[in-house]
């Protein structure tokens, strides 16, 4: 399944049991069928950038990454504990991306995504999904 019909069942299924709680990933990475050879390389940080931006465009609040040390896809190696792309990729997502959400659309076939700046004051020309600006 893809992040976005995963995103979309358990959705349901909150709207059903507890209508307007947040929802919450607590586990992610590309593991599914025996895994992602790519998993600890730089080329899968375009899927994992990718789903963290499809994920907190449709209200997700939380993500988190299934593993930190263990197995191909963890963020840290885990014979060396030296961080792998992806666990730079999701420290840069925190540090710069903050809560709210801008709707930048598709450009040219490909998936935009923008978020105000975490902590700092602007206002962009670009509404978030909500309405809101920064």
């Not at 947040?22 to 599914?32: F, I, Q, Y």
């Not at 197995?71 to 840069?92: H, I």
């Not at 903050?98 to 700046?117: F, I, K, N, S």
């Not at 902590?119 to 600006?133: D, E, F, I, M």
């Amino acid at each position: 399944m893809s992040t976005d019909q995963t995103r979309a069942f358990y959705q349901t299924l909150r709207d059903e049991f507890e209508p307007g709680k947040p929802m919450w990933v607590t586990e992610t990475a590309d593991a599914a069928c025996g895994g992602n050879p790519w998993a600890s390389t730089f080329l899968d940080t375009f899927r994992y950038l990718d789903q963290l931006g499809r994920l907190a465009k449709a209200g997700v609040q939380v993500v988190a990454h299934n593993t930190l040390a263990s197995s191909d896809y963890g963020l840290l190696d885990e014979k060396t504990l030296r961080p792998r792309p992806n666990y730079w990729a999701a420290l840069l997502w925190r540090r710069l991306m903050g809560t709210t959400v801008l709707d930048a659309g598709m450009h040219r076939g490909t998936h935009v995504y923008a978020h105000c700046r975490r902590a700092v004051p602007g206002t962009p020309s670009t509404k978030s999904n909500s309405g809101h600006r920064c």
